[in-house]
Nanobody
Framework: QVQLVESGGGLVQAGGSLRLSCAAS????????MGWYRQAPGKQRELVAG???????NFADSVKGRFTISRDNAKNTVYLQMNSLKPEDTAVYYC???????????WGQGTQVTVSS
């Protein structure tokens, strides 16, 4: 059974930091591109950051310079370090794994991040 389990969300003041983790099980983690997405109330889900199996990264313009994404293939875990948080970063953050070659993707259940002003 495939599971992606996010953790690390919470309430933080503007300017603060959080680190999200997504632990994967049931997949060959190193074969997957991993991504963090977020969805704010009334808005569409959007890509925040992604990291390929080879370690290449990409970020939404709104988070460049503030967020970093990393992965630990030995721990089957992807991280999102979020610094200088803003109220507009408030959303449910989701982890997604996409197989590098096959049309297979999995989502986590999401973790709430709330940034107070």
């Amino acid at each position: 059974q495939v599971q992606l389990v996010e953790s690390g969300g919470g309430l933080v003041q503007a300017g603060g930091s959080l680190r999200l983790s997504c632990a994967a099980s049931g997949i060959t983690f190193s074969f997957y591109t991993m991504g963090w997405y977020r969805q704010a109330p009334g808005k569409q889900r959007e890509l925040v950051a992604g990291i390929t199996s080879g370690g290449s990264t990409n970020f939404a313009d709104s988070v460049k310079g503030r967020f970093t994404i990393s992965r630990d293939n030995a721990k089957n875990t992807v991280y999102l370090q979020m610094n200088s948080l803003k109220p507009e970063d408030t959303a449910v953050y989701y982890c997604k794994g996409t197989h590098a070659l096959l049309s297979i993707e999995y989502w986590g259940q999401g973790t709430q991040v709330t940034v107070s002003s």
